[in-house]
């Protein structure tokens, strides 16, 4: 009996009850993509972990969310993020919208490919370099106004 005793002591103490830990819910940002008939993406960047997701919500007119590199902010990337041309009527209450998800920690770099918008600083990042970086936001912003949508690099 005292074998049996330190065998199920012994099986007790190697079972540890474990805590069932919520499952990761990734966090999903909201961006308007030409709100009020501005030629913004709003908020201009985000900061977001991989996994999260980033829904461009469409507002009247007709826009893109393009990835593009940042030394060519207006020019599409090959195999990059695409939603295509996404026209919403001016009285049009239907929503339309574009997903993202998040891939991993580096920047990625969105314009819309509509004529002239790039060029008027219609562009957005996911997580860019900080504002002393030579490659911010704020440098890729006034790279895409400089270039006017061309694309031209230094």
């Known amino acids: 009996m005292m074998m049996k005793s330190a065998f199920l002591l012994a099986l007790s103490a190697a079972v ?18 030409g709100p009020n008939g501005q030629l913004v993406y709003d908020p201009e960047y985000i900061y977001a972990d991989p996994g999260d997701i980033v829904r461009f919500n469409f507002n009247p007119k007709n826009h893109t969310v393009t ?9 599409p990337l090959e195999s ?4 295509g041309f996404t026209p919403v009527a001016p009285d049009s ?6 997903y993202v998800t998040v891939a991993d920690e580096k920047p990625v770099w969105i314009h819309c490919e509509q004529t002239g918008h790039c060029g008027k600083g219609m562009v957005f990042a996911i997580n860019p370099p900080p504002d002393n970086d030579p490659k911010s936001f704020a440098a890729f912003k006034a790279l895409a106004i400089a270039t006017n949508g061309t ?3 230094n």
């Open 16 to 33: 540890v009850p474990t805590l069932a830990l919520p499952a990761w819910e990734p966090k999903t940002y909201q961006v308007a993509v």
């Open 67 to 75: 990835q593009s590199a940042f030394d060519t902010p207006c020019v």
């Open 80 to 83: 990059g993020i695409s939603s």
């Open 93 to 98: 209450d239907e929503a339309r919208a574009f």
């Open 151 to 153: 694309g031209a690099g």
